[in-house]
Nanobody, 125 residues
Framework: QVQLVESGGQLVQAGDSLKLSCVAS????????MGWFRQAPGQEREFVAA????????YYADSVKGRFTISRDNAKNTLYLQMNSLKPDDTALYSC??????????????????WGKGTLVTVSS
């Protein structure tokens, strides 16, 4: 059974940095592309970042490009999201997700087959 468990979310101030982790189990982690998504209160879930199976290709939402970095350690079955220069608008529940294929599809929002429960990031102004 695929399990994705996020951690690292907390209350921070605007301008701070934070690193999220997502530990995967129950499947061959390196066979799949992975992504981070977020959902702010009262809003729909949105794409944040994705990485190919090797970590060699990365993709970002325009809103986080240049501030967030997605990475993975296949030996540790762990996905990361380094978040710098955080803004109040980054406040959301951050979830990691597994893509069915080893590269994300062009849409970046389809082809996902497993989700974690999320970790809450709150950025105060």
């Amino acid at each position: 059974q695929v399990q994705l468990v996020e951690s690292g979310g907390q209350l921070v101030q605007a301008g701070d940095s934070l690193k999220l982790s997502c530990v995967a189990s129950g499947h061959t982690f390196s066979d799949h592309a992975m992504g981070w998504f977020r959902q702010a209160p009262g809003q729909e879930r949105e794409f944040v970042a994705a990485t190919s199976w090797s970590g060699g290709m990365t993709y970002y939402a325009d809103s986080v490009k240049g501030r967030f970095t997605i990475s993975r350690d296949n030996a540790k079955n762990t996905l990361y999201l380094q978040m710098n220069s955080l803004k109040p608008d980054d406040t959301a529940l951050y979830s990691c997700a597994r893509y069915f294929y080893n590269d994300p599809p062009p849409s970046l929002i389809y082809g996902l087959d497993s989700w974690g429960k999320g970790t809450l990031v709150t950025v105060s102004s």
